[in-house]
């Protein structure tokens, strides 16, 4: 049987089926190439920054950053754009800010593969629940019970159902791994965060943040990063 003479059987059911199907491929691409470009060889990163700052090359650690793809590097650059125009009164706010934004960016497009996920299985079901009915419909009107009788409403039933599965396995898969990259890149935002207050709290001057105050992420690190998920 080949997959057209498959869908003509599925019925009316396969065709939001195949609009969640090219939904979903198309996110699982786009959503690919997005995270293979947002990935960075964090730790070589944030210790070229370092050492940047550390021998008061600001401005090659800036380009350093524009030049380099991804969430670690747009939050560095943030951060270092504020340590160059001396603004650390507002770093917590800006560089947490900063991070929000790169974290929806690279959430953007796992709202609908989780959806097509959980509804292309139950628009099979869906069709089986109506190739049943077919079939029983069919078996009313002749009255009695016959093979040839049921077997149009018990195909549309199984194609449909074989359908939705095959579209939301992968898609499933796919979201769940996009997911775990997502977390890892997550990581590596809060190492880029951190690296920030120690640039603005530690280079700039031992342990103090704004008005002479002690950075509250320098003395827990990580809190308040706001990349909870």
Known sequence: MTLLQLFNDGGIFMWPLLACSVLGLAVILVKFVTLQMAKVRTDQLLDRVRSLVRAGRVEDAIQLCARTRGP???ILLTGLHLYQEGGTDRA????THAGRIEMAFLEKGLVVLATIANVAPLIGFLGTVAGMILAFGAIEMAGEVEATLVAGGIKVALV??????VIAIPVNIAHNFFVSQIDGLIIDMRQGVQTIHDILWTDAGPG???????SPTAQNPGAGDGYDR
Not at 92 to 95: E, F, P
Not at 208 to 214: L, M, Y
């Open 160 to 165: 449909t159902t074989a359908a939705g599965l």
């Open 92 to 95: 917590d706010q800006t560089v």
């Open 72 to 74: 670690v590097a747009s």
């Open 208 to 214: 103090v943040g704004p008005a002479g105050s002690s």
